[in-house]
């Protein structure tokens, strides 16, 4: 059959339904994103070595003769070693294979091959262990280079790599199935290679220079595209909002108890000189944790009241939504101005007080969830719409409470807060069409939260401090990576071979190891520490108990609350003075850096334990001690950034602004490739002037 882009991958030869399952689990779903799946890293075999020559423990190639017929031989637990015998004109090794008995099959005595793995030499005893063998065969080449992709269960790297193979040849041969995506001149003016050149070098390169002329192209590309996606949903804006002309807000800061800090004040003037124009606000606060936001948006809440305007602030779970409430429901009744909460647990009678009280405007402020978008909810002179966390909302809900307020040509204002900090860089690029505030400056008086990572081998440490915080009547978090305990996957056989010579092996470790669940450690937890009070909150759970678990543990009734990261988003419980966060080496650092500032929020002293069990000079370990040196949210933002790519950082849920595809970048690292962004963005702006 003939592949085209959109074939679906069951149709390919050697796919069927199973492996397609578990192809779609990498978002492989047809042919177009099977060459669009691109190795996550090359190992290099062409640095071929001579046995004598090379250094202990280097990686490299060795083409050997096999001097001996393997043997299998059973270990304990049902684990097989296959060893044999090699040469080469320089010296003789041993080769061993753990649990990978079918390599009898495939190494035969006097056969020459070509092993890629690491060589130890111990007293002068000469190991291979676990190579990756390829035979060497008269007029065929072994590539230098070879991808290694990103693997699911049952996918090995074999399988990709020769479905992408046949993918490739078959679209490649025939230009109308693969066309070319970048207009001719943008490609000239860039100097970029092909679309066909680029993907057949990314998986196939010959070397490492075709490989940088295949990404370079690619990376422009995501880049390219995604700007012009941005540039055309904001385009020709010509629509008005009410002008707020009354600025003043010293009633309000009458009301704090606290002066604001030099960089809220800064906001709020933004906000001021943009709710006083007519245009409408569209604009972004960005801050720490803790750098007092909801000051910011209380400000431009009351501005909106004081002009006879309404103004909704949502945020994304019941908690945060609950917690603006009680913040700012008695200052704003000191005011004079009605503010109400809904969310979907205001119970019925209340809800329609509220409803019409909106739709009357005797309600001046609104605090709710999503629940604030449903159909029912009618503003009568809907001014200011706040979103918290924005990058939680889809872009669908927050038109849809925006819609509320549009009449013919008028919108109203949006005001944008981002506990993530973002960097500028990306700021710029992600929101384009938002102007910006930065929170960069915290109130007076906090403290750092010490920041410790340690391994298992803590855990009864861990736990008496746990105690401690219970008898000096403190609180603690716990925080799990998922809800309930998943089936490990299995390793296949391709994941033991990276293994074994310390490829990747953490990543790969990490992903067949369960991580903690919330659910079950709560009880391990409980039975180390008989003596304290339990509380568990999930996302799984239903928003009535979640709140009534946060509620208590707010209340001091309960000594450690253990849950996923549905506390990440603003909780304030300030008695909290300890933070453990399991598994922490599968959390993002913006996300570790949001938990860590769930303490620290009181007086006593605070403290954050990362606990993982990667090890000590390893990539992970790396990022995790970036938290144990770094407190400013902007700078691991950055390391982040650089590190994991904007995914953290991009909006997700339902139809987002930027419609194309996946928004994470497959290649495209926004620190490293900087120049390749401003080319791209030059391009792209230049392509929509002339559209
Ligand atoms: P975030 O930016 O994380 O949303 P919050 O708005 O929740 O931060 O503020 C965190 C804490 O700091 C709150 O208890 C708030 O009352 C307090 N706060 C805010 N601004 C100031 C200030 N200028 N001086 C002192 N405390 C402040
Ligand atoms: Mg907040």
């Not at 280079?145 to 078959?170: C, D, E, F, H, R």
């Not at 960089?263 to 007092?292: E, F, H, Y």
């Amino acid at each position: 059959m003939l592949l085209t882009y959109d074939t679906p991958i069951q149709y390919m030869t050697g796919v069927g339904e199973t492996r397609a399952a578990s192809l779609a689990k990498l978002g492989i779903n047809t042919v177009g994103q099977l060459i669009h799946h691109y190795p996550r890293g090359y190992q290099f075999r062409g640095n071929i070595k001579p046995l004598a020559s090379a250094q202990p423990g280097e990686v490299a190639s060795f083409m050997l003769i096999a001097a001996t017929e393997p043997m299998v031989s059973t270990l304990k637990r049902g684990m097989t070693v296959c060893k044999l015998r090699a040469f080469d004109e320089s010296a003789s090794c041993e080769i061993t294979f753990f649990n990978q008995p079918f390599m009898k099959d495939v190494i035969r005595k006097g056969g020459e091959y070509r092993f890629w793995g690491k060589l130890t030499n111990e007293y002068g005893k000469l190991t291979l262990a676990s190579p990756v063998v390829e035979p060497i065969v008269e007029n065929k080449p072994l590539p230098n280079l070879v991808s290694v992709y990103p693997l699911t269960a049952g996918i090995t790297q074999k399988l990709l790599s020769k479905l992408v193979m046949t993918a490739l040849n078959a679209l490649i041969l025939r230009p109308d199935a693969l066309v070319e995506t970048l207009p001719e001149d943008v490609r000239k003016e860039n100097d970029l290679c092909t679309l066909a050149y680029a993907l057949s070098n990314i998986h196939f390169p010959p070397d490492f220079e075709t490989l940088a002329i295949a990404k370079r192209r690619l990376i422009f590309e995501e880049f390219y595209n995604f700007i012009l996606g941005a540039g055309k949903s904001n385009n020709n804006d010509t629509s008005t909002a009410p002008t707020l002309a009354n600025t003043d807000i010293t009633p309000l800061l009458d009301c704090f108890s606290f002066e604001l800090t030099g960089a809220q004040k800064r906001a709020v003037c933004d906000i001021a000189a943009d709710l006083s124009g007519t245009k409408p606000m569209r604009r972004l606060v960005s801050g720490d944790v803790g750098s007092g936001k909801t000051a910011v948006a209380a400000a431009a809440a009351f501005i909106a009241a004081n002009n006879g305007c309404q103004c909704a602030l949502m945020a994304p779970t019941e908690i945060l939504a609950t917690q603006h409430y009680s913040d700012l429901e008695p200052l704003f009744r000191q005011l004079g101005f009605e503010c109400r909460l809904l969310t979907g647990s205001t119970k019925a009678s209340e809800r329609n007080k509220l409803l019409s009280g909106l739709a009357d405007g005797s309600v001046q402020l609104v605090i709710g969830t999503h629940a604030l978008i449903s159909e029912e909810v009618k503003f009568s002179s809907l001014g200011l719409v706040i979103c918290d966390e924005q990058h939680r909302f889809g872009v669908g809900q927050r038109e849809a409470l925006l819609a509320k307020a549009e009449k013919g040509n008028i919108t109203c204002h949006q005001l944008t807060m981002s506990a993530t900090p973002i960097p500028r860089t990306l700021a710029m690029f992600l929101y384009g069409n938002l102007d910006m505030s930065v929170l960069d400056e915290l109130p007076p008086g906090r403290q750092k939260v010490k920041t410790f990572v340690v391994n298992e081998g803590y855990r009864e440490r861990l736990n008496g401090f746990i105690r401690r915080q219970r008898d000096e009547g403190h609180q603690v978090y716990v925080v799990c990576p998922s809800v309930e305990e998943a089936e490990s996957g299995e390793m296949s056989q391709e994941d033991i071979r990276l293994f074994d010579y310390g490829y990747d092996a953490e990543e790969i470790i990490n992903s067949h190891m369960p991580p903690k669940a919330a659910t079950t450690w709560v009880k391990v937890l409980e039975e180390s520490l008989p003596d304290l009070r339990f509380g568990c909150v999930h996302g799984k759970m239903k928003a009535s108990e979640k709140d009534s678990v946060m509620r208590k543990f707010a209340a001091g009734e309960l000594d450690v609350l253990v849950s996923t990261t549905v506390i990440e988003v603003g909780v304030n419980v300030p008695n909290a003075t300890l933070m453990i966060v399991e598994n922490a080496e599968r959390f993002g650092l913006s996300q570790l850096h949001q938990l860590r500032g769930r303490v620290g929020r009181g007086n006593a002293p605070s403290c954050c334990v990362l606990v993982s069990d990667t090890m000590q000079d390893s990539r992970a370990h790396k990022r995790l001690d970036v938290m144990r040196t770094t407190y400013d949210g902007f700078k691991i933002a950055e390391f982040d950034l650089g590190e994991r790519g904007p995914g953290d950082f991009i909006p997700s849920g339902d139809g987002d602004v930027r419609q194309h595809g996946e928004l994470k970048f497959r290649l495209a690292n926004l620190c490293e490739d900087m120049e390749l962004l401003e080319a791209a963005v030059k391009a792209a702006k230049k392509t929509l002037a002339e559209s």
